[in-house]
């Protein structure tokens, strides 16, 4: 019976956390309690050493030490002013008018400013709710077919979890003991191509029943100039002035510019223009712009700003995304503050709900702290190890063993807890097998991101049912009656979006470019790796702790001061990792160092 | 039995002071942070002490916040199968939880933790890096996050127990009576149904 524990022990132990989760007590306190578990009755069977709980507070200090996971907090902030700020009403309001009159255009209308409030944060919740509760009175007002009306928003407010800022990929980096920066950068083409391939279904939808997405009577734009035209022509020409104006600019840098900085301050300088443009129009009473084109201006201008102020920034590499994120939310709180949104009840709200949310997150990643020392101490990630080796198809198999793993899981669980659980799991293998860290993160982001769809339990479908008409009404404006969205047909409406989201997930791995074309050649060693460096140096006693799962990135608390190790490859090249000591020096080094190197 | 409830009642009024104020902690860190990369950037100063403060805050935050989250139920489960036993089952199962899984976990990080913040107490442990901050405080985090978790679930059992003996309403509806989705999702509509008002005013008196 002991002989059979003994040599048993990390299965018996795995197969223990999922009853344990199961159970249906909170995830972070199950975790934690099987691992203690384990490890009390561990020491008694003298299977692990006596000292094996002593690492405990250790661990958990590095967690607290952990600069990557703070951006959880800023970017929940941010997204939770942003949701009450008004912002994407106006957006929806705005671009529903502007593509309505086209055949399937509020669908397109729904991607677009999903996307676009997707690149300004990272809330499926709250893209997902104005959705509709905006756009989807409208969408059935004028016939649109329920399934692709509900799949097409709810997916829509998915595009959160892929397109940066999103609180996955910073999860996701931090479990993998990769920088918040790469992660973005590798998701940036994905999120994109993803954003396109939505755009594309709705196409093929409105070409093949075209009954199904109808175009809205040219009576339904509001927005309108006196004579009663739309006004696209003075918006055709605005567009096309700003993104001149961002193309002579681009052609105007130095040779050398480094891409992506290019590309952002362009498209700023491009805005601007059309911003000066619109306020000058609107200041002198010239009347040169159409109604439509200078609310188009100003309603994108906020998230525009924001998409800089955060993306912007992390990508030109004058803010870590942890502070990119506190601009973000600072940003907000202002906005919020213009547009006379901001109210101490509100500010005590999003703050509650942010902390509330950063405690839980957090104490998950405690409760699977406790879990792994024990689980390490029975050898368990060599077993996993050896499970997952022995598949057959080397790499692929393991990719497609993997993919179809998290898929599965993902309907039950949500990806702050497969991130935690699984991936310290699945991480050290995947390195083993040569598999590039940042390109394997945005392939489960993907992934996961099926999880706030996957019917019935789907957290984006959810929201939907929360706000769609749940009994037949009468339409507002047609007086006709409406009758209600069922739950089945939300269901039936994701299932498209799930099986394209399958179709990115091959595509990812059919083509490894998407993902490393938006990083740079080079290894690029940014401010993440220097904050790494400098939590590794106040980190010393962590390190005494046994080394997790064997490999450096691997699981929880340890993953930055793991990540010293294994820094050694790219850190060659970085002149910042010398002897000093003065973390704040290391960071404005690199960060110098990093410039430069960006191709 | 009354006597408990009285100190359920006393630990949660408790909790919720202790998750009101903690909660300013988090606009703190907000703006501490985007203060210092936008000084940083402009002046090309900047100190330890303000790279070290947010983690402190941070750190503060989901610590402090821990019991508040548990009596607010943010602790998200997953009840895909719990979910279809009858109330009395998920009540014993928050039993077993809270005495089983909560109160051990606690009571062992507590113990291996308030040697750790008394030794760097006395011994008036400075952060490695220049113009870092004092440690101590941090180090007493821990032990004391998990106290006010521990206390919290003290409370949060007493209330369990006192519903299976039929002497309180159901302990684990939630105390605002809806989710924050809920809320925002009335926020919404309640906007939209006001632009909605004005817009038909507008078109009245054109």
Redesign the interface.
């Known amino acids: 019976m002991m002989q059979f524990l003994a040599s048993n022990m990390a299965p018996i132990m795995f197969a223990s956390l999922i009853v344990f ?10 975790l ?2 099987c691992g ?1 578990f384990f490890g009390i009755v561990g020491v008694e069977l003298g299977l692990m050493p006596q000292t094996l ?2 690492a ?3 661990r ?2 590095g967690i ?4 990557t ?2 951006a959880i ?2 970017f929940t ?1 941010m997204g939770l002013i942003l ?2 700020s ?1 912002m994407a ?1 106006d957006l929806l309001d705005t671009i529903g008018q502007l593509f309505g009159p086209i055949r399937g255009g509020l669908a397109y209308a729904v991607i677009l400013v999903g996307a676009m409030l997707a690149a300004t944060t990272g809330v499926v ?2 893209s997902v ?2 959705m ?3 756009s989807l009175p409208i969408m059935l007002r004028y016939g649109y077919d329920r399934r692709v009306a509900s799949g097409v928003i709810a997916a829509s407010g998915t595009l959160a979890q892929i397109i940066p800022p999103s609180l996955v990929l910073i999860v996701l980096a931090d479990q993998l003991g990769r920088s918040v920066g790469d992660l973005y950068k590798g998701a940036f083409i994905p999120g994109f191509t993803l954003t396109a391939l939505y755009i594309f279904y709705v196409l093929i939808v409105s070409v093949a029943r075209p009954s199904w997405t109808p175009a809205l009577p040219s009576e339904a734009r ?1 927005i309108r100039e006196d004579d009663g035209s739309p006004g696209l022509r003075s918006l055709g020409v605005l567009f096309l002035l700003s993104v001149g104006a961002a193309i002579v600019f681009a052609k105007t840098r130095p040779e050398g510019t480094p891409t992506d900085e290019l590309i952002v301050v362009s498209m700023c300088v491009g805005v601007g223009v059309a911003f000066v443009l619109a306020v000058a129009n609107r200041m002198l009473g010239m009347h040169l712009l159409s109604r439509m084109a200078e609310r188009v201006t100003f309603v994108l201008i906020p998230p525009l700003a924001l998409i800089f102020l955060v993306l912007g ?1 992390i990508f030109l590499g ?3 995304p ?2 990119g ?3 973000g ?2 940003g907000a ?1 202002v906005m919020a503050l213009a547009r006379r949104r901001l109210d101490l009840p509100l ?3 999003a ?14 990643l405690i409760g699977s702290t ?1 879990f792994s020392l024990s689980f390490q101490a029975v050898d368990g990630p060599v077993w996993v190890e050896h499970l997952l080796t022995s598949l057959p198809g080397g790499q692929l198999g393991f990719l497609i063993v993997v993919n179809i793993l998290i898929f599965f899981l993902a309907f ?3 990806f ?2 497969l991130s935690f659980i699984v991936i310290p799991l699945i991480a050290p293998v995947a390195e083993k097998l040569g598999i590039d860290l940042v390109w394997f993160g945005v392939l489960l982001a993907v992934n996961m991101q099926t999880s706030f769809m996957h019917p019935p ?1 789907g957290f984006a479908l959810f ?1 939907l049912r ?2 769609a008409p749940s009994e037949d009404y009468d339409d ?1 404006i047609t007086s006709r009656r409406i009758s209600k969205v069922t739950t089945g047909q939300i269901y039936w409406g994701a299932v498209p979006f799930v099986l394209i989201q399958i179709l990115m997930v091959g595509l990812i791995i059919a083509f490894p470019k998407l993902v490393s074309s938006g990083l740079g050649k080079e290894p690029t060693v940014d401010v993440d790796k220097a904050f790494q460096q ?1 939590q590794s ?2 980190r010393q006693p962590a390190r005494d702790a046994p080394p997790m799962f064997g490999t450096p990135p691997a699981a929880s608390g340890t993953a930055p001061s793991g990540s010293a190790p294994a820094a050694p490859p790219a850190a060659g090249e970085q002149p910042a990792q010398n002897s000093d ?4 020096k290391r ?2 080094d690199s960060m110098q160092a990093d410039k430069p190197k960006k191709p | 039995m009354a006597p408990l409830l009285t100190l359920s009642r006393l630990i949660d009024r408790a909790t919720e002071w202790v ?1 009101r104020w ?3 902690l ?2 703190a ?6 203060l ?3 000084v ?2 402009a002046f ?1 100063t ?3 002490a303000y ?1 070290e403060i ?2 402190y805050l ?2 503060a ?3 402090l ?2 019991g ?2 548990m009596l ?1 139920q ?10 279809r ?1 009858s109330k009395r089952t ?1 009540i014993w ?2 039993i ?2 809270l005495a ?3 109160l ?2 606690v009571y ?2 507590i113990h ?2 308030v040697p ?1 913040a008394i030794r760097s107490y006395v011994m008036n442990e400075y ?6 901050l004092i440690r101590w405080p ?2 007493a ?2 032990p004391l996050g998990f106290a006010l978790l521990g206390i919290q679930a003290v409370s949060e059992l007493i209330k369990r127990i006192a519903f299976l003996r039929g002497l309180i309403p159901d302990p684990t509806q939630k105390p605002e009576g809806k989710s ?6 009335e ?3 309640l ?2 149904e006001a ?2 008002r004005e ?1 038909a005013a507008l078109g009245k008196t054109p």
Not at chain 1, 351 to 364: C, G, H, N
Not at chain 1, 581 to 584: E, G, I, K, Y
Request: no cysteine; net charge negative.
């Open positions: 989760l199961l159970f249906g007590y909170p995830v972070a306190f199950s934690g309690a203690l709980l002593q405990l507070p250790l958990i200090f607290m030490q952990n600069d996971l703070l907090p800023f902030l949701e009450r008004g009403e919740a709250a709710i104005s509709g509760l905006i509001t920034t004058v803010a870590t942890t502070e994120g506190a601009m939310a600072t709180l500010l005590r709200q703050m509650d709900t942010t902390m509330k949310i950063s405690s839980f997150v957090l104490f998950i406790v039950f669980l949500d702050f807890e339990f929201y929360s706000v507002r400098m140096q106040d000591d003065d973390a704040m960071l404005l | 998750g903690v909660a300013w988090v606009l860190a907000v703006l501490i942070s985007a210092n990369a936008a940083r950037k090309n900047s100190s330890n790279l947010q983690w941070f750190a935050v989901f610590l916040a821990a508040y989250t607010r943010g602790h998200v489960k997953i009840d895909v199968i719990s979910g036993f998920q199962i928050d077993i939880g089983g899984f909560v051990p976990l062992v990080v291996l933790s750790l952060s490695s890096n220049a113009g870092g941090v180090f985090l821990l924050d989705e809920e809320q925002l999702a926020f919404m509509r906007k939209s632009a909605a817009q």
